[in-house]
């Protein structure tokens, strides 16, 4: 029974709906004010994203006419109810679910819902826009899970597991430096950052697979990619950084992880551009595709 | 529960007003004020004013140029687009009055005869500082529910 109260926990509170929500907002706040700073402005004030979500939950929902009414509005449910789930299965430090095999592969799944449920977005829209975001998006994501996939699978090699916990407290080795490499490169376009900021391309396909959403919905779209950041930068800080003794130093050690990783992105999108979709696509078939396999290598041979 | 909700909204609505911009037919010249709203000098950001592609995720609607007879059914639809609460700010002496336009044959005139406008910035073009305090009085009528659109849908305060 007492189980169970662990699972309602993780999901709703930590590391899951209420904790990520406010870890987002805090990245996201700081990956704004990082870029502003990066172009000589002042920008937003702290509590910025809390004050656009709630704005946007007083806000008429427009629904085009002539498409799937009911699908429209599930996407962006199911793509937070996803992330949430993803974030229960982070074992972050105070998380008490239990891992159980096989968990890794899961949180893969469940990281990908929100890219799908983006693309799906677009086309069910029927919005000229929608649809080329959600074609750019495609191509983008057959681009960049070829190294992610590579490096987590090279660690599950490496450790002989598909477990997160088993994964989380291995040593580090050469496997995980180039896994590591492979899984930052793989990380601007899964969130659609600078240079890979192809498929929302703000302006210039309006704001591609979102264009049509409004007010609670995309609220939750927004909800979703600030919570798919925690997900991702936490599942890069449970990979890649050792874990620490104490429960404080752990959880300062998870903290600080994922707010290097925040503050990396932050800097890549200030000082590049956007990237045409082909560019990104050989990017990635070709750097990202030569980390992989390094990592692969490494986890094959030691 | 519901007035400490309604009391967070208006303080919200007041410090994220997301801009949509229409050019009905400017010169340009009060598009080029409003980008530089949006440079590191004006920084609109800092009272957490973006600048959207879709009219549909838009809370303010940024109006310039004299309102050519070709854009005025285009204008009628994006205004349709941005979901309500709204409010419109006319950038320009141009949406005002017409400005040297006015009596042309192939311009409307005053913006107000096709949809309603709670802010007139003036100017012919006006200061970017301008811009930025018409969108901060547009946001304020936001929160206080004073906008048309808001006194229109008849769940603003009179």
């Not at chain 1, 600078?194 to 929302?200: D, V, Y």
């Not at chain 1, 104490?246 to 932050?266: E, N, Q, T």
């Not at chain 2, 336009?101 to 970017?128: E, K």
Request: hydrophobic share 55%; proline share 7%.
């Amino acid at each position: 029974m007492s189980e169970w109260w662990w699972v309602l926990l993780a999901l709703l509170v930590w590391p899951g709906l209420v904790g990520g929500t406010l870890l987002g907002w805090l990245f996201f706040w700081v990956h704004r004010k990082l870029m502003a700073v990066a172009q000589g402005r002042k920008g937003p004030p702290f509590y910025q994203p809390f004050f656009d979500f709630v704005k946007l939950l007083g806000k008429r929902v427009l629904v085009p006419s002539g498409i799937n009414r009911a699908l429209f509005c599930a996407l962006p449910l199911v793509s937070v109810a996803a992330v949430v789930c993803a974030l229960a299965l982070i074992p972050a430090p105070g998380n008490r679910m239990p891992s159980f095999r096989g968990d890794l592969i899961l949180l893969l799944y469940l990281l990908e819902v929100p890219a799908l449920c983006g693309i799906l977005a677009g086309y069910v829209s029927r919005s000229l826009y929608g649809e080329v975001g959600a074609a750019r998006e495609t191509i983008l994501l057959l681009g960049y899970n070829l190294p992610l996939l590579a490096a987590v699978i090279a660690l599950g090699v490496h450790v002989r597991s598909f477990r997160l916990e088993s994964l989380a407290a291995a040593p580090l080795s050469p496997v995980h430096a180039a896994a590591a490499l492979a899984f930052v490169l793989a990380v601007p376009a899964r969130l659609k950052r600078n240079p890979f900021s192809i498929p929302n391309a703000e302006q210039e396909i309006v704001s591609g697979s979102l264009t049509d959403y409004s007010g609670v919905l995309l609220a939750l779209f927004e909800l979703a990619h600030s919570l798919e950041l925690v997900a991702l930068v936490g599942f890069f800080t449970i990979l890649f950084v050792p874990p620490a003794a104490g429960p404080v130093a752990a959880v300062g050690l998870y903290l600080c992880g994922s707010m290097v990783l925040v503050v990396l992105i932050a800097a890549v999108a200030a000082a590049t551009a956007r990237l045409r979709v082909d560019q990104a696509f050989r990017f990635y078939w070709r750097w990202g595709a030569l980390a992989g396999l390094a990592a692969l290598g490494l986890a094959a041979v030691g | 529960m519901i007035r400490l909700f309604e009391w967070l909204l208006a303080g919200c609505r007041m410090r994220s007003p997301w801009i949509y911009c229409a050019n009905s037919g400017s010169c340009n010249g009060c598009d080029i004020e409003i980008a530089a709203c949006l440079t590191p000098r004006y920084d609109a950001e800092q009272i957490g004013a973006l600048r959207q592609g879709s009219p549909k995720h838009a809370d303010i609607l940024l109006v310039t140029g004299p309102l050519t007879l070709r854009m005025r059914a285009p204008l009628c639809e994006i205004y349709a687009q941005v979901p309500g609460p709204k409010a419109v700010v006319a950038v320009g002496s141009c949406p005002a009055s017409g400005n040297v336009f006015a009596g042309s044959p192939t311009v409307v005139g005053a913006l107000a005869q096709v949809i309603p406008v709670d802010i007139y910035v003036p100017g012919c073009p006006p200061r970017p500082q301008a811009i930025i305090q018409g969108c901060i009085q547009a946001a304020r009528l936001l929160a206080t529910g004073m906008t048309a659109d808001q006194r229109a849908e008849g769940n603003g305060r009179e």
